[in-house]
Nanobody
């Protein structure tokens, strides 16, 4: 059974940085694509960044390009989302998700989700 556990959320001031982690278990790491999503109150879940399974291609939402970086550590079976220059509009619950068969920024492409971690950016 695939399981994802996020950590690293918290409160940060605008302009600050924060790194989220997502530890995966129960999967063959290199066979799964992975993405970070976020959902702010009253808004739909939004794809932020994703990384493909074996060739490590990355894709970012326009709103985070140049500020966020997705990466992974195969030995630790951990995905990361480094976020710099945080803005109040980045406030949301952040989720990691994996997919065995698809890759992209649409939530429907992913079938296993973590529980989410809250990130709050103060102005």
């Amino acid at each position: 059974q695939v399981r994802l556990v996020e950590s690293g959320g918290g409160l940060v001031q605008a302009g600050g940085s924060l790194r989220l982690s997502c530890v995966a278990s129960g999967l063959t790491f290199r066979s799964y694509a992975m993405a970070w999503f976020r959902q702010a109150p009253g808004k739909e879940r939004e794809g932020v960044a994703c990384v493909s399974s074996s060739d490590d291609l990355t894709l970012y939402a326009d709103s985070v390009k140049g500020r966020f970086t997705i990466s992974k550590d195969s030995r630790q079976k951990t995905y990361y989302l480094q976020r710099n220059d945080l803005r109040p509009e980045d406030t949301a619950i952040y989720y990691c998700a994996t997919s065995r068969w698809a890759w992209g920024l649409k939530p429907l492409e992913y079938d296993t989700w973590g529980q989410g971690t809250q990130v709050t950016v103060s102005s």
